[in-house]
Structures are given as C-alpha cells and as structure tokens.
C-alpha cells in the first residue's frame, strides 16, 4: 500500500501497482466494510481534497486526475511528463479554492504548484526540486514558520545503501500569493513519510520524519528553521503520525514499527515530554498507517503486505487528567 489516509472515520487504501481505491469503513469488533473505487490505470499517490473528493496522482501516464462527488468520475487536472508522482493539497494563497502540488520524479525533478479557481484548475507553475534528490518519497504542507501561509516541505532521498548520500527536506517557504521560494535544506534520515504538528506546544510546528532508517523527531526553532533531529526509533518504520489518540489534550506520536510487527503510541504529556511507550501488536509486513477519529473511539490502522490484512486496535482514553507542572 502506497498511502492511508483518514476520510470521515473511513480509511482509504492504495495498493502499489492496483488500479482501484479502497474505501474502507473501519470497526473493530464488527468487521469491515469495504468498497473500491476503480481507477483508469495504476496510481501513485492520493490526496484527499475534501469529503468524497480526491486527486489521484497516475505515474504512468503522468496525468493527475480529480476524482468529485460520490460518482468518482475522473476528470483530468494536468498531464506531466510520465514520471513517479507524488500529490499534496491545501489552499497555498487563501482564496478559498484547494491547490495542489505534485512532485515529479523525472530527468528533472520538479515541484508543479496548480492553483484552484471556479470549476477547475489554473495551468501549473513550476519549481525546480534539488537535483541531488533522486527521488521524492513525501510532500507535506504545513505553515512551517507560523506566518500564515502554507508552506512546502519535500522529503528527497538521494543516495542508496551501498553509496549513501544523506537524505534531506527540502523547505520551500510560501512567500505571498501562494508562489514558492526555494528557501533551505535539513539533513534527516529517511523522510519517506512526513507529519508535522507542534508536539511540543510551544506554538511552532514540529516535524516527525519515517522511513527505513528510523523515526525522527525535528522540532521548529522559529522562522521556519528545525532543529537537528531527535531519534525516536532505529529500524524500519512505515508510517509516523501526531494525534491526540488517548483525548488527553496532548499529541501522541504513533509510529509504524515494520522492523518489531507492532504500533507504537508515545503518549504526549505536555511540553514535548511523553509517557512510557504503549506497544500494539499488527500482522506480518505493516506498511502503512492511518490513525481512524470518531466521536466515542480512536482506531489505530495497519495496512499489511501479508495477504493484504489490515490490523486495528482501539486506543483508550487517558484516565488521568493533564499533568500540570509547578502546582
Ligand atoms: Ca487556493
Ligand atoms: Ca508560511
Ligand atoms: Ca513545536
Ligand atoms: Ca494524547
């Protein structure tokens, strides 16, 4: 599975190679229900835009399509040329209409930012990526110095195991109107899926990066710059969230642990500090996570290369209220 992604207490799933979206209506006790979306060829990533509207990115072909309204019929954005696709949706200028970025994987790796206006789409407009990432596993958008505007992170990956050249992100600050400015770098080990929420409560967003090489927090220290990353786990881990999944007022970090067959939930308790770790076991080769938030429960999801098993576990709530320091 390429990408999880929570949707109205659903989790929709795309398998590497498949030609159809899962919709997936997750419980624990009473079983799934799930649909599927087919696709016109194979997809490389998915972003969801709205309530039953997505943009699927199609490597293949190199053509980004918009999926709307419970038909699903497709309608296409924008053609690139065919190269691995990545798609990330928010609105860049504040104008009400969703944009999109896709990251291109080709001779030239490149960002496309496509703003949105009435019925559709205007042409995109083009960034260069860093030519030394080789590929671009993760986009995320996130107002990373807190100026109002959203801006571009890229998590590239460079060098392979028998010639390592160290990973990095790549932030492109959102300078006004929604145009991007290729702004600096910061070296992490494997950022092939990205969050960003502020952990640590001090107003700024944090960053948690995942991949084959680990799990690694990196905290904002103001005006978009991140501090060196913080090591939260070594092996492979799939997939790494922040949420509030035991409700106690502070973000957790849940991790995919590839490498140990389980989830991990690091139970925030304010200021950055966290609680003992809590340990959920999955089904063999977990590849992705998607983390399911209803008003009376909170599930944890692992997508399972395994005969394509999915794993859930609920989350209890914290019995203790918020610590308070200094009473
Ligand atoms: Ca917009
Ligand atoms: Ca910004
Ligand atoms: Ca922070
Ligand atoms: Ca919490």
Redesign the pocket.
């Known amino acids: 599975m390429t990408a999880a992604a929570g949707d109205e207490g659903r989790v929709l799933s795309l398998y590497d190679g498949w030609d159809a979206i899962g919709v997936h209506e997750v419980h624990v006790d009473k079983g799934w229900r799930s649909t599927y979306v087919k696709l016109s060829e194979p997809a490389d990533d998915l972003a969801v835009l709205g309530p039953q509207r997505w943009a699927v990115a199609h490597g293949e072909s190199g053509r980004v399509v918009l999926l709307d309204g419970d038909d699903h019929q497709p309608a296409t954005v924008a053609q690139f040329e065919p190269a691995p696709l990545q798609v990330a949706s928010a609105d860049l200028n504040r104008d009400g209409h969703i944009d999109l970025v896709v990251a291109s994987d080709g001779q030239r790796p490149l960002l496309h930012l496509l703003h949105g206006r009435a019925g559709g789409f205007a042409p995109p407009e083009l960034v260069p990526l860093d030519p030394k990432g080789r590929t671009t596993p993760s986009l995320l958008l996130v107002d990373i110095d807190q100026e109002g505007h959203v801006d571009v992170v890229a998590g590239l990956t460079t060098g392979t195991p028998q010639s390592p050249i160290p990973d990095h992100l790549r932030i492109f600050r959102n300078a006004s109107h929604g145009g991007l400015v290729d702004e600096w770098r910061a070296q992490v080990r494997s950022p092939h899926q990205l969050d960003a929420a ?9 960053i948690l990066a995942t991949g084959p090489d680990g799990a690694w927090l990196q ?2 220290s103001g005006f978009g710059w991140l501090d060196s990353p913080d090591k939260l786990a070594g092996g492979t881990v799939s997939g790494g969230v922040f949420r509030d999944v035991d409700r106690n007022g502070h973000l957790d970090i849940v991790l995919l642990r590839a490498d140990k067959q389980r989830i991990e939930v690091h139970p925030g308790i304010g200021a ?1 500090r966290f609680a003992p770790t809590l340990h959920y076991d999955v089904g063999a080769g977990p590849v992705a996570l998607a983390v399911v938030e209803r008003p009376d429960e909170t599930l944890l999801v692992s997508a399972n290369a395994d005969g394509r098993s999915f794993t859930t576990a609920k989350v209890e709530a914290a019995r203790s209220a918020p610590h308070r320091s200094g009473t």
Not at 198 to 206: Q, S
Request: aromatic residues 0%; without cysteine; proline residues 8%.
């Open positions: 502020d952990v640590d409560e001090d107003g700024l967003p944090d905290h904002s950055g």
